[in-house]
Structure formats: structure tokens, C-alpha cells
């Protein structure tokens, strides 16, 4: 915890807005995007599945296979403290939402479905995407599949298992937008990130969660801005955000939403 104030702390010194950036592109993303206020009536949607996942008394069994969570660490665990302290926030689902809807991503893989409430954004966003999502812990993916059945939400995909043994059985030739919250750890993030690689296209977006996570992940979101194909970046704090943009040179954006 410590670590990510002192991060946060830097962040703030040396983050801008709109006014600071030179990029049509980013300028574009982070008026018509980033600080879109329009009221969604979508939002509405995520803040009553939130509320119905908080209010039920269902535990789970949680296996964990990546960093776990800095709050909860029983393996037995309730549905409503896994939406307080694990699931995406209020916030960076309706940013995810604005995101979704200004790209119009079709093709979509979420590494790390947890209950479902990013997953949920995704679907509400643009309801004619395919989505895809992998979660590695069975009980989990199972309650997270049986919401989305009662919500009739028929574009997603939910699959079971390790990471490392679905992304090559993954039949999608490119993903849209691919978003990485399933494994907060250094080399787990940097060996999915070189296993999709292939899979972005020009106008793909690769959205890494908690970078400031730890130093690992810090790290780790260094190595991948420094990449090759790699050529916009845009760090929220919260999130990496990746664009493979041929046609803008190399620039790296630090931006508060």
C-alpha cells in the first residue's frame, strides 16, 4: 500500500489533461472520452448488477493463481467483499464503458472475468461484440456465468482454466481491445502480453490493470511501453492503456481521468 501512494503521489506531479497534449489523437480520446460527462443510461444497468452481486449472501471457494488480493486472503470468500475490494470500481467501469463505446471494439478477450462486472460494462457497451473471457478459478467463473444467464447477455463467451494453456487455442485471429486484469504479477503480465501480441491489429487496444499494483507490475509496464509494435501509451494510474498506431510516433501520455 505504501508503494502505490508514493506512485500516486509522483502521478499527480506529473500528470496533465487536455491541455498538455499535442496529440490530435489522445487530445480526441481524452475530451470526447476520458472526461465524456454524459449521464448513460447504461450506467444504471452496472450500478444494479453491482448492487444485486453486493446484496446477496453467497460464498465462494477462490483459487487463486495470480498476486490474490491485497484485502482478502480466506479462500472462502463473500460475493459482496469480493465486488468492495477486488471487482473493477465504479469509476473505471464507466471510464471502461466510454472506452469501449469510442473504439466500437467488436472483438473482445478480458483476461480475468472475476464475477463478471467489467465483463458486464463490456457487453453493455457495444451489444453487438463478441466477447471473450477467461477466468481461472472454477467456482468463480461458474457464478459469473450464471449472472450473465439471468441477465440474457448471449455475447459472452466464459472460459474456464489457465491462462497459458487457452490464449493459443484462442481462434480469434485479432481482438479489438484485449483488457488484462487476471494475474498482477511482472512476468505473468509480460508473457500475455507477448502471447497476444500477434493478435493487435493498427487500431487495437491493450488496457493493463493496476500497474502501480506493485513494483513488479510497475516494472513490467515499462518493459511493455519500450515495445517494438508499441507505439501510444497512456498511463491513468489505474490502467496502461496501449495503442499500436503505425501512423504516430513513439509517445508516451500520463493523463488523469
Known sequence: MFYQIKQYIKFIFKSTNQHGVHSPFIYNLITTCFYDK???????????????LKQTNDNIT?????????????????????VKHV????????????INKHFASNSILELGT??????????????????????GCP???????HHFQQLHLKNIDVITG???EIIPKLKHPKFDLIFFDGNHQ????????????????????????????????TEAWEVIKQHPKVTVTVDTFYWGI???????????FVIRT
Do not use: C
Not at 477462490?62 to 469480493?82: E, M, N, P, Y
Not at 471487482?87 to 466510454?98: G, P, T
Not at 467456482?139 to 456465468?145: D, L, N, P
Open 162 to 164: 489457465d491462462f497459458l
Open 62 to 82: 477462490v483459487t487463486d493463481f495470480g498476486a490474490g488480493s491485497h484485502k482478502l486472503k480466506s479462500k472462502s470468500r463473500q460475493v459482496s467483499d469480493i
Open 38 to 52: 454524459k449521464k448513460y443510461h447504461d450506467y444504471n444497468k452496472s450500478i444494479d448488477f453491482r448492487i444485486r
Open 114 to 135: 472475476s464475477l463478471g462486472v467489467a465483463t458486464h460494462v463490456l457487453a453493455l457497451s457495444n451489444p453487438d461484440a463478441i466477447i471473450t473471457t477467461i477466468e
Open 242 to 252: 496501449v495503442f499500436f498506431r503505425k501512423e504516430q510516433l513513439k509517445e508516451h
Open 87 to 98: 471487482s473493477i470500481s465504479k469509476k473505471n467501469a464507466r471510464l471502461l464503458y466510454r
Open 186 to 217: 511482472k512476468e505473468a503480465t509480460l508473457m500475455y502480453f507477448e502471447m497476444l501480441i500477434d493478435k493487435a491489429h493498427n487500431d487495437s487496444v491493450f488496457i493493463f490493470d493496476d500497474i502501480y499494483w506493485s513494483k513488479g507490475m
Open 139 to 145: 467456482e468463480i467463473s461458474k457464478y459469473a456465468k
